[in-house]
């Protein structure tokens, strides 16, 4: 632009100047002519040109106009009518128009806070830029994380559809999946220890990738960083490195692979839960045939293994997690399967093996290994929440004899009709409190105090509180029936409290751990015992 403004104060510039410019800038002629026009005005304009000419009244976004951005959520206009309404009642300057207000905002502010201000900080750290790590050897470092599936399954557990939850760990270096667990319902530290178990095992069915990691990075879990988890990594020596909330960037291999699993698989299965369908409502076909528990857990095992042996992510460079994992010379460490079971089991502490079995949480366990074996110190060993085995190891030596079940353990149609009465109680109690809680209330135009409709007779009231007046036993009690005895004459009681008392020669109470205080004595002591038994007592 200056060597322009520089041929036309020479008065050698030409159309075909200008239009050189214009098609080397992708502008129209005319801009190429304003912009020259504004250069001759004003120099500095030709060193950025296009740009808005500087003045020190330029409106620009304040602290304060923050504040009403982020009150109203990036409003701009919501914001307009409050700074209006503010120079109404004298509290600043009139604003500038709805136009001029865009330009400042995007002027500046940056993409990241605009959206920040109108969305907060998830729609914020979409526009934040994330660095990559450098590609590691294998085991270097793993990920783990939960995930619950958008597709409604039938797990046959109570009649109802289900979305599984699957846990599992992927090595950051080759993006392998070495680790997956499935769970119907919410996942525990037990699903965790089933998914570490089939990441660390290198046999069939879990193999070739597998070993004991140096690192594997959560998200703050409490799963992950419950007792019994992080028992086990300590025995595998394992660096457990918590990452801070809200920050999925920093485990960015395992939630890519929670989104790549939505769309490559898990979009195309029946109950897919975010299936866009016709009509205004999102409901699912009544004639859609969900997948069993069995049939999805075994698709979504099959799809584990075409991701690490033919699937090609980008990140290797056209090679697939496996081949990445056999290209890399680094040596594995393993665990033995059985000591590998024992790592992953929580520790409930000695127990002393009876003729009755082991007592645990109340209940027997028994094995057929105990024949003779009573009397011995035992250490107790379990999988969270299957309470229905637990596995028994020499208290002294360490040596495991073997497990142990559950005594009269009930049947599966027993423990069916249990778990549908305790549902139908839950049922009726919800419907009971939903009854007491509902309360309806008129409408109104114009400003008063809310009024509770439901209209109720002096009668009917009178009825309700009797009837509930006789389901309160505090109530039917009769305190006054038989009276107190009378206290010991040296003790003050209140005439109030006498009058209550049956008359009667006072019998001397005795005090000690019982909670009754002894009487008392001179300056408000307690007055020593004159007896030899009363000094027994005391």
Same mark, same amino acid.
């Given at each position: 632009?200056?060597?322009?403004?520089?041929?036309? %104060?020479? %008065?050698?510039?030409?159309?075909?100047?200008?239009?050189?410019?214009?098609?080397?800038?992708?502008?129209?002629?005319?801009?190429?002519?304003?912009?020259?026009?504004?250069?001759? &005005?004003?120099?500095?304009?030709?060193?950025?040109?296009?740009?808005?000419?500087?003045?020190?009244?330029?409106?620009?976004?304040?602290?304060?106009?923050?504040?009403?951005?982020?009150?109203?959520?990036?409003?701009?206009?919501?914001?307009?009518?409050?700074?209006?309404?503010?120079?109404?009642?004298?509290?600043?300057? +009139?604003?500038?128009?709805?136009?001029?207000?865009?330009?400042?905002?995007?002027?500046?502010?940056?993409?990241?806070?605009?959206?920040?201000?109108?969305?907060?900080?998830?729609?914020?750290?979409?526009?934040?830029?994330?660095?990559?790590?450098?590609?590691?050897?294998?085991?270097?470092?793993?990920?783990?994380?939960?995930? %619950?599936?958008?597709?409604?399954?039938?797990?046959?557990?109570?009649?109802?559809? =289900?979305?599984?939850?699957?846990?599992?760990?992927?090595?950051?270096?080759?993006?392998?999946?070495?680790?997956?667990?499935?769970?119907?319902?919410? *996942?525990?530290?037990?699903?965790?220890?089933?998914?570490?178990?089939?990441?660390?095992?290198?046999?069939?069915?879990?193999? *070739?990738?597998?070993?004991?990691?140096?690192?594997?990075?959560?998200?703050?879990?409490?799963?992950?960083?419950?007792?019994?988890?992080?028992?086990?990594?300590?025995?595998?020596?394992?660096?457990?490195?918590?990452?801070?909330?809200?920050?999925?960037?920093?485990?960015?291999?395992?939630?890519?692979?929670?989104?790549?699993?939505?769309?490559?698989?898990?979009?195309?299965?029946?109950?897919?839960?975010?299936?866009?369908?016709?009509? &205004?409502?999102?409901?699912? +076909?009544?004639?859609?045939?969900?997948?069993?528990?069995?049939?999805?857990?075994?698709?979504?095992?099959?799809?584990?293994?075409?991701?690490?042996?033919?699937?090609?992510?980008?990140?290797?460079?056209?090679?697939?997690?496996?081949?990445?994992?056999?290209?890399? *010379?680094?040596?594995?460490?393993?665990?033995?399967?059985?000591?590998?079971?024992?790592?992953?089991?929580?520790?409930?502490?000695?127990?002393?093996?009876?003729?009755?079995?082991?007592?645990?949480?109340?209940?027997?366990?028994?094995?057929?290994?105990?024949?003779?074996?009573?009397?011995?110190?035992?250490?107790?060993?379990?999988?969270?929440?299957?309470?229905? =085995?637990?596995?028994?190891?020499?208290?002294?030596?360490?040596?495991?004899?073997?497990?142990?079940?559950?005594?009269?353990?009930?049947?599966?149609?027993?423990?069916?009709?249990?778990?549908?009465? &305790?549902?139908?109680?839950?049922? =009726?109690?919800?419907?009971?409190?939903?009854?007491?809680?509902?309360?309806?209330?008129?409408?109104?135009?114009?400003?008063?105090?809310?009024?509770?409709?439901?209209?109720?007779?002096?009668?009917?009231?009178?009825?309700?509180?009797?009837?509930?007046?006789?389901?309160?036993?505090? %109530?039917?009690?009769?305190?006054?029936?038989?009276?107190?005895?009378?206290?010991?004459?040296?003790?003050?009681?209140?005439?109030?409290?006498?009058?209550?008392?049956?008359?009667? *020669?006072?019998?001397?109470?005795?005090?000690? =751990?019982?909670?009754?205080?002894?009487?008392?004595?001179?300056?408000?002591?307690?007055?020593?015992?004159?007896?030899?038994?009363?000094?027994?007592?005391?």
């Amino acid at each position: 632009m200056r060597r322009l403004l520089a041929l036309r %104060q020479e %008065q050698k510039l030409t159309t075909r100047h200008v239009r050189l410019m214009a098609h080397s800038l992708e502008v129209t002629e005319r801009t190429v002519w304003r912009w020259l026009a504004a250069a001759e &005005r004003d120099e500095s304009a030709a060193a950025e040109p296009g740009a808005r000419a500087q003045s020190k009244d330029r409106f620009s976004v304040t602290p304060e106009v923050r504040r009403l951005l982020a009150l109203w959520k990036g409003n701009v206009a919501a914001v307009h009518r409050e700074l209006i309404a503010r120079a109404a009642r004298g509290e600043g300057d +009139p604003p500038p128009s709805i136009p001029t207000l865009h330009r400042a905002m995007r002027r500046d502010l940056t993409p990241g806070e605009r959206a920040g201000l109108a969305g907060g900080e998830r729609a914020a750290r979409k526009h934040d830029v994330f660095l990559a790590r450098p590609r590691s050897w294998r085991n270097q470092v793993w990920e783990t994380d939960h995930m %619950q599936v958008p597709v409604l399954v039938d797990v046959d557990v109570d009649g109802k559809a =289900r979305r599984p939850w699957i846990t599992w760990f992927t090595d950051c270096a080759t993006n392998a999946i070495t680790g997956v667990a499935v769970t119907p319902g919410d *996942p525990s530290r037990e699903s965790v220890l089933a998914a570490l178990r089939s990441a660390v095992l290198r046999e069939d069915p879990y193999g *070739p990738f597998g070993g004991v990691p140096e690192k594997v990075r959560v998200d703050r879990g409490k799963d992950f960083l419950s007792r019994t988890v992080t028992a086990a990594f300590d025995l595998l020596d394992v660096t457990v490195e918590d990452l801070p909330a809200y920050t999925p960037h920093l485990k960015g291999t395992v939630e890519g692979l929670n989104r790549a699993v939505e769309a490559m698989f898990l979009a195309a299965l029946p109950g897919y839960a975010r299936q866009p369908r016709p009509g &205004r409502r999102c409901s699912r +076909p009544k004639d859609e045939v969900l997948l069993t528990f069995e049939d999805f857990t075994a698709r979504l095992l099959a799809w584990t293994l075409w991701w690490n042996t033919e699937h090609r992510p980008a990140p290797l460079g056209g090679r697939t997690p496996l081949q990445a994992w056999q290209d890399d *010379p680094t040596p594995l460490r393993d665990v033995p399967a059985a000591d590998l079971w024992t790592f992953t089991l929580e520790d409930a502490g000695t127990r002393t093996l009876t003729t009755r079995g082991i007592r645990f949480r109340k209940r027997d366990y028994v094995g057929p290994w105990m024949t003779g074996q009573a009397g011995i110190q035992v250490r107790v060993r379990f999988m969270p929440h299957h309470d229905h =085995r637990i596995e028994v190891y020499h208290a002294a030596t360490g040596r495991y004899l073997g497990p142990a079940d559950l005594a009269d353990q009930a049947t599966e149609e027993q423990v069916s009709a249990v778990r549908r009465a &305790r549902a139908a109680r839950s049922r =009726r109690l919800k419907k009971d409190l939903e009854a007491a809680q509902r309360e309806r209330y008129a409408a109104v135009n114009q400003p008063e105090a809310p009024r509770r409709l439901g209209a109720l007779t002096g009668a009917q009231a009178d009825a309700e509180l009797t009837q509930r007046a006789d389901l309160d036993l505090a %109530q039917l009690a009769m305190p006054d029936l038989i009276p107190h005895a009378a206290p010991p004459a040296d003790w003050r009681t209140p005439a109030s409290l006498a009058a209550l008392t049956t008359p009667g *020669p006072p019998v001397r109470s005795p005090y000690g =751990r019982d909670g009754a205080c002894a009487p008392d004595g001179p300056g408000g002591r307690a007055a020593p015992p004159t007896t030899d038994e009363d000094a027994d007592a005391s």
